[in-house]
């Protein structure tokens, strides 16, 4: 294993330094087209008759359990450290658009995304029951703010646009996390599918996620607030991401929940009333670091998750139309509720559109169908997501500077 984490993370810095040096794409995406165009060369090779080096290095990827590997691992990380750098006063005035549509939003989009799901597989064959659609519908919800941020800024978007982006995303994935697991959940069980088992499944994922984050960071921002000593309360960041989760898993419980409701609280209220400037400094470029190198790994990983994909042509008809059914989803209930609160709550002209082209699809919809149970209908699901992931990271992610400058032209002066 020493030896696996060495040759990974060596090529995650051999890719982000080519792309820094040569290629010049946003980090994220950039070493994700670097894996994909260095998986595609593999796969050249090996058609032509050297199947040594491919086999060697699919055997490699083999080894990785990528769901493992995000859901259980690096997925407290990065949800921690995104929710840390989140303004609570700025998240409290957006609430009611944010709660929304990572709550509500989700759902509908499950449903929808997932009936549309069932009603293409029939078009073109593909045998799926409807709870299996609507189990991808849910895995496919979760979106990915970490490959459009930096964008975001290099555009100009302004802070308002960040924080409903960020926040909703972070909200969004540990809801569809919840709806996914209750979904799968209830398509694995024997008894039929029932709002009272789904509610109650929901309750306890979603629920003992919040009381769980609130509990765990209190309690280290306690015990940050009683010493002045940036090494220990780094650690404690540390302990709090790695102890918290595993317990959460240990709970059933969410711990993507959990760890983004602790991030908010030892990102606002510890940073305030517990931490010194020297303390904030250290616990800030920590935290970066250990994101923007996560997601490096994790972006290179999808970009090579391609040599494993089994790829059948006869899949890719589905793709297009349920993007443009997820775009149009997305569109709806983003816009739909903006437009409600609207009369109460003033939003940036354009908003809308820069939510719903935003919204990528991530490594989170490749881990969650990567473990998907060994049933029948599990290939084209996969190939199905990560075909979506590949577009909405490459296109969407590529593209969505040019909205948001369009919007902040449009109305420079607006303010939410």
Known sequence: MLNLTALFVSVTALFAWFNARVVRLPATIGVMVIALIFSLGLMGIHHLGLTLVTDRAEGWLARIDFSELLMEGMLSFLLFAGALHVDLGQLKRYRWSIGLLATVGVVISTLAVGSAAWWLFGLFDIQVPWIWCLVFGALIAPTDPIAVLGILRSAGAP??????????????????????????????????????????????????????????????????????????????????????????????????????VAGLIIGNMARIGAMSDNT?????????LIDEMLNA????????????????????????????????TRFMTIGIPLALLRRWFPFRPGMTRVLTWGGLRGGISVALALGLPAVDYREPLVLITYLIVLFSILVQGLTIGKVVEGVVNQSPQARD
């Not at 972006?299 to 149009?328: D, H, N, R, S």
């Open 297 to 328: 790994i994790l972006f290179v990983l999808i970009g090579l998750e391609l040599l494993l994909i089994p790829f059948q042509w006869a899949y890719f008809g589905v793709v297009l139309p349920l993007i443009a059914i997820m775009l149009a």
């Open 280 to 288: 904030r400094a250290y616990m800030d470029g920590f935290w970066e």
């Open 159 to 260: 802070p308002d646009m960040e924080v409903r982006i960020v926040g909703e995303s972070l909200f969004n994935d540990g809801v569809a996390i919840v709806v996914f697991s209750t979904l799968l959940s209830a398509a694995t069980a024997e008894e039929a599918l029932t709002v009272g088992h789904v509610s109650l499944l929901f309750l306890q994922e979603a629920g003992g996620g919040i009381l769980l984050g609130v509990i765990i960071g209190a309690l280290v921002y306690r015990l940050m607030k009683s010493i002045d000593q940036y090494q220990v309360e780094v650690l404690l960041s540390l302990a709090l991401v790695t102890g918290g989760y595993a317990l959460a898993l240990k709970l059933h419980v969410s711990g993507p929940i959990a760890m983004v």
